[in-house]
């Protein structure tokens, strides 16, 4: 199939596709070769198979199943973000238990979503991790904040992480932790997009965050996201 980028892209966002089931790998096949310029570039039915797919066909993101016979997606997710140039991750999946999400957000994920969500919705979370945007569907975002209400001593840990931003970078990791886009957060805070661009670098680095969803992660585990 001939994939057709995005305007203004140089090239399709190239996808790998992790999965024990065959037919759902053969459908998302389906549904996201040449969406919108998604290129599917290679497949695994294995988390521990990830490594040589990458090595065969460089990705820009892994879609990644989670409960797999012999290496799991939490386990899979932490090896391919611990790559040299990783591509980002994006779990879907039918479970979403609180172990599994923060399990998985933990291990470098971009984005959780769950196999129910519309095919629209998945395409188009496969282009906002490539964008580096986190990608959470709501009922995943609603139990990381329930989550988070319930547990006071995870609640202490993140405000003091949050500590170390300046004031102007608290808002900005706000702004993040609600699922905000760059443009979205300028427009909120009266900033420009590339200022906006800069105190995001800072929040993760100061946050020691792979990823915009791992700043998410700390803000909702401060009760801050509002």
Do not use: C
């Not at 892994?62 to 973000?81: F, K, S, Y």
Request: charged share 25%.
């Amino acid at each position: 199939m001939s994939v057709h980028p995005t305007a203004g892209s140089p090239r399709p966002v190239r996808l790998v596709v992790v999965d024990d089931d065959p037919l759902v790998r053969s459908g998302l096949r389906l549904l996201l070769d040449g969406a919108r310029g998604i290129e599917v570039v290679g497949e695994a039915g294995d988390g521990g198979a990830v490594a040589a797919v990458l090595d065969a066909h460089p990705a820009d993101v892994v879609l990644m199943d989670l409960r797999m016979p012999g290496v799991d997606g939490i386990e899979a997710t932490r090896r391919v973000r611990a790559r040299a140039d990783a591509p980002a991750v994006v779990v879907l999946t039918t479970f979403d238990s609180d172990e599994e999400v923060v399990g998985a957000l933990h291990a470098g994920a971009s984005g959780y979503l769950l196999k129910d969500m519309a095919p629209e919705r998945i395409v188009g979370a496969v282009l906002a991790a490539a964008a580096g945007e986190p990608v959470l569907s709501p009922a995943v975002a609603r139990r990381l904040m329930a989550s988070a209400a319930s547990a006071g001593g995870a609640r202490d840990r993140a405000l003091a992480t949050l500590a170390r931003l300046t004031a102007r970078e608290r808002d900005v990791a706000v702004e993040i932790g609600r699922g905000a886009s760059n443009a979205e957060i300028a427009a909120r805070l009266y900033l420009s997009v590339p200022t906006v661009k800069a105190h995001v670098s800072s929040v993760l680095l100061k946050l020691g965050a792979e990823n915009r969803t791992q700043v998410a992660l700390v803000v909702h585990d401060a009760g801050v996201a509002g």
